[in-house]
């Protein structure tokens, strides 16, 4: 069965730092990749998404992934935070099931801090 | 806004009872999905309707069940409530079958006591 790792639970950093969540994913074929954002007391939202195409991606509010196919990774990256970025953060994969289905498989979620 | 709606936000009730937790999806999307964030499991995916028919099936207790009506509204039904079906349920919906984004709705706060 395909499953998301997500190895940081809590992560907390001051204003300005650069954060590195990480992902990787249990799927040795095709995968469409996300990051989801929990803002407290809100629904997911996307952050960015890969479906193919440059390894690189950009999502909204300067995040950015990159996919490594090699490690089955897919890691979520921010240059500088801001303490609005405090949220939950979680990767998900969807693992093409040949059309089947669409369907999700979430990691556990990382919970950011960002300390003023 | 994601412009899926579900309702009630918040939903108390005791063990035994049955509850069902109603979504709406965005304008046009004819896939549902149903999932279940609890701090022990996570984010578990329930199950899938795509245009009234189930696609996919998680996790799900034989306990719950869903539907997806004519308008495409679904309906997820839990019965014989535990303690541990506390939880946020949330819908989501998405265009399609194939890749796609799923844009979630703001949950429904289940508690059992």
């Known amino acids: ?116 | 806004d994601s412009g899926v709606t579900q309702t009630p936000k918040h939903l108390i009730t005791a063990t035994g009872q049955r509850v069902t937790l109603r979504c709406s999806p965005r304008s046009g999307d004819l896939s549902v999905y149903w999932y279940q964030q609890s701090l022990d499991q996570g984010l578990q995916f329930l199950i899938q309707y795509y245009n009234g028919e189930e696609r996919a099936k998680g996790n799900i207790l034989e306990r719950f069940s869903a539907q997806q009506f004519p308008d495409l509204h679904s309906e997820l039904n839990l019965s014989s409530l535990e303690l541990g079906d506390s939880a946020l349920y949330f819908c989501a919906s998405s265009e399609t079958l194939l890749g796609g984004e799923l844009f979630f709705g703001e949950g429904s706060r289940l508690t059992v006591l």
Do not use: M
């Open chain 1, 1 to 116: 069965a395909q499953s998301v790792s997500q190895h940081n639970h809590h992560v907390i950093l001051s204003e300005a730092a650069s954060l590195e969540l990480g992902c990787n994913y249990s799927y040795g074929g095709t995968v469409n990749l996300f990051w989801y954002v929990q803002y407290p007391g809100q629904h997911l939202q996307l952050l960015l998404k890969y479906f193919s195409g440059d390894p690189l991606v950009k999502g909204i509010k300067g995040f950015e992934a990159e996919f490594i196919k090699s490690k089955f990774s897919f890691n979520l990256r921010k240059p500088s935070v801001q303490w609005s970025d405090t949220a939950e953060y979680f990767c998900a994969v969807n693992a093409g099931y040949g059309g089947a289905t669409n369907k999700l498989i979430f990691g556990t979620g990382t919970l950011l801090a960002v300390q003023p």
